[in-house]
């Protein structure tokens, strides 16, 4: 059974950079895509991107200029770099497995239990 | 740029049949995925591809898309379905989620 856990700081200061690893155990990364969703504190669900196995990336255009989206096959681990960070960055940020079909990405399956990421001073 | 609607919140007695829509442009061309989220969780599919169900899933789950509408319907709802629910469909160049419905069984 494919399990996902986020790591990383849970506090960041205002414009320095959130970075964030997704571990991938109990399953392998391929046939799938891997993404990162956030949710701001009694909000909704936010996509901010996906990387696939051979290494390509898809972002949402809001946060296209400041996200990048990795993955280190050799570690089953898939990681979310996010820079010039601000107090609206603050949320829980989860990583989710992806299903794909014929290279498009229609569902999220398996997802971690989140991180919540403060930006604070 | 691609937006799916969903109403902020709806309510259902026990038992009954609770009902939420998604609406965005040309929905039926698109593939919709549904979640379901409880307070302090990360949420859970409950239907992909439209219409299909996670094996893991009770069958009171089902889903329909046409049109620009895709529904969510809960049969005979119970009280552990309180939660929130969120639509997602991919389109041409990113994963866009719906606002999210708040269920409430009472």
């Known amino acids: 059974q494919v399990q996902l856990q986020e790591s990383g700081p849970g506090l960041v200061k205002p414009s320095e950079t959130l970075s964030l690893n997704c571990t991938v155990s109990?399953?392998?990364?391929?046939?799938?895509?891997w993404s990162w969703v956030r949710q701001t504190p009694g909000k909704g669900l936010q996509y901010i991107g996906y990387?696939?196995?051979?290494?390509?990336?898809n972002y949402n255009p809001s946060l296209q200029s400041r996200v990048t989206i990795s993955l280190d096959r050799s570690k089953t681990q898939f990681s979310l770099k996010l820079i010039s960070v601000t107090a609206a960055d603050t949320a829980v940020y989860y990583c989710?497995?992806?299903?794909?079909?014929?290279?498009?990405?229609?569902?999220?399956?398996?997802w971690g239990k989140g991180t919540t990421v403060t930006v604070s001073s | 740029s691609f937006e799916l609607s969903q109403p902020p919140s709806m309510s259902v007695s026990p038992g009954r049949t609770a009902t939420i829509v998604c609406s965005g442009n040309k929905l039926r061309n698109k593939y919709v995925s549904w979640y379901q989220q409880k307070p302090g969780q990360p949420p859970v599919l409950v239907i992909y591809e439209d219409d299909r169900r996670p094996s893991d899933v009770p069958e009171r789950f089902s889903a329909s898309n046409s049109g620009n509408t895709s529904t969510l319907t809960i049969s005979e709802t119970q009280a552990m379905d309180e939660a929130d629910y969120y639509c997602q469909a991919w389109d041409a160049s990113s994963v866009v989620f719906g606002g999210g419905t708040k269920l409430t069984v009472l």
């Open positions: 109990g399953g392998s990364l391929n046939k799938y895509y």
């Open positions: 989710a497995r992806v299903g794909v079909r014929y290279g498009t990405p229609y569902y999220m399956d398996v």
């Open positions: 990387v696939s196995l051979k290494g390509t990336t």
